[in-house]
């Protein structure tokens, strides 16, 4: 029994009939491209036959040639139909590229019967119309329509030999070269395909690296791997977004170096650096992947934990301050160290991203006016 595909399924287990139908007119329309693509080759090697004729190198008469292009356009029309009208749907091949092929390589191997001398001409001109259909085929089709070709052309060839002389070596020749074009043809196209395809890969592979790095440019700061204000922004919008929806929390986090104009004048600009890079790596090895470290001027950070209350907030941005208290700023003094202070408040709901920022900002201020090395949650006590 032929089986029918059917329509996909979507996640409430309803069929997807709109999409299955949109799928099936785009398959539909690949289909009629390639038997089209097909008979446009077709109809080229018959004019290559017509002209051969024209000059007297093929035994048939205008009207009989007439007769076998008429049988050739009627076979690809029927094809035609049969997908207009969807009839191939309910076939296990809806594509029917082997039928198709069978067909085309008849019509060759007709008109080669009535050639002589051009013959080379008359075959390999359909051949090479032909074996760009072929790469479609699978392996067992391939075999099938190489073997179909070669006994329907020797049977042809044994058969006109009762009627005609023949150069058997020229035959034999032929022969070879028909074998060959049809079984190496599609291999050949297909490895170099397998080649174009590679080296698409690789080249798409290289552009996505590119990409990701010129978006990972345009969102992050290029010397401490933190992100910018711009991303900041996104990221406290859609943190918003989520904030005034429903019940859920984030809080935002002010952080500044203490006295890290010190480190560039006592150590240098360098290490300096080297004591950005060592905050933004702390702070990202506390948080979590869904949270945001962000550097937005000089030593100055801020910090998004998303889901998350100011008392939970408070309990990280200590371990981080811990944490950074340890780091050793330079081997030249290697007991001096540096601080943050930091100021933290919750988003409350509906509020501009503005306020909070401002509320958070005002924290670290009072954080830094208290004395520094503290944190401070905006209205509350330390």
């Known amino acids: 029994m032929v089986k029918i595909a059917s329509p996909p399924v979507d996640g409430f287990g309803m ?51 007439l007769g076998i292009a008429s049988l050739a356009g009627a076979g690809f029309l029927v094809f035609a139909l ?15 590229n082997l039928p198709q092929m069978i067909w085309a390589v008849s019509v060759v191997i007709m008109t080669s019967y ?7 001409v008359v075959v390999l001109s359909g051949l090479a119309m032909i074996v760009l259909g072929a790469n479609r085929l699978s392996k067992k089709e391939l075999l099938i329509f190489a073997a179909y ?9 044994f058969y006109k030999a009762q009627f005609n002389s023949l150069s058997w070596i020229t035959e034999i020749v032929i022969m070879i070269a028909f074998g060959l074009v049809l079984v190496f043809g599609p291999v050949l196209y297909r490895l170099e395909m397998v080649m174009f395809e590679n080296t698409l890969i690789d080249k ?9 790095r010129i978006r990972e440019l ?25 904030a005034d929806r429903r019940n859920y929390h984030f809080t935002l986090c002010y952080v500044d170096l203490d006295f890290f104009k010190r480190v560039n004048d006592r150590f240098g600009h360098s290490t300096g650096d080297i004591v950005l890079k060592g905050f933004s790596e702390i702070a990202q090895s506390i948080l979590r992947e869904v949270d945001c470290v962000s550097r937005i001027g000089g030593e100055e950070f801020v910090l998004v934990l ?28 290697p007991n001096y160290r540096i601080t943050a202070s930091m100021g933290i408040t919750e988003f409350r709901q509906n509020e501009d991203i503005e306020q909070t920022m401002d509320r958070a900002d005002k924290a670290l201020y009072d954080a830094k006016r208290t004395g520094r090395n503290k944190v401070i949650i905006a209205d509350l006590d330390q």
Not at 25 to 49: E, N, P, W
Not at 149 to 157: C, L, P, R
Not at 204 to 212: D, F, R, V
């Open 204 to 212: 798409n592979a290289e552009l996505n690296e590119a990409l990701t």
């Open 114 to 120: 009535f050639s002589f001398e051009l013959k080379p």
């Open 82 to 96: 049969a997908i207009l009208l969807e009839w191939n749907l309910s076939l296990e091949d809806p594509d029917m």
């Open 149 to 157: 070709s070669m006994v329907v052309y020797i049977a042809s060839v």
């Open 218 to 242: 345009a969102i992050k700061d290029e010397l401490t791997g933190a992100y910018n204000r711009r991303h900041l922004m996104e990221v406290l919008t859609q943190q918003k977004a989520m």
């Open 306 to 333: 998303a889901g998350t209350t100011q008392e939970a907030a408070k309990i990280a941005a200590r371990r981080i301050g811990e944490k950074l208290s340890k780091l050793q700023v330079s081997s030249i003094e």
């Open 15 to 65: 069929h997807n009939y709109e999409l299955f139908k949109v799928d099936t007119k785009s398959d539909q329309r690949s289909r009629i491209y390639r038997v089209a693509t097909l008979g446009a080759g077709i109809f080229i090697h018959l004019m290559v036959c017509w002209t051969v004729l024209a000059i007297g190198y093929m035994s048939i008469e205008p009207i009989q040639f």
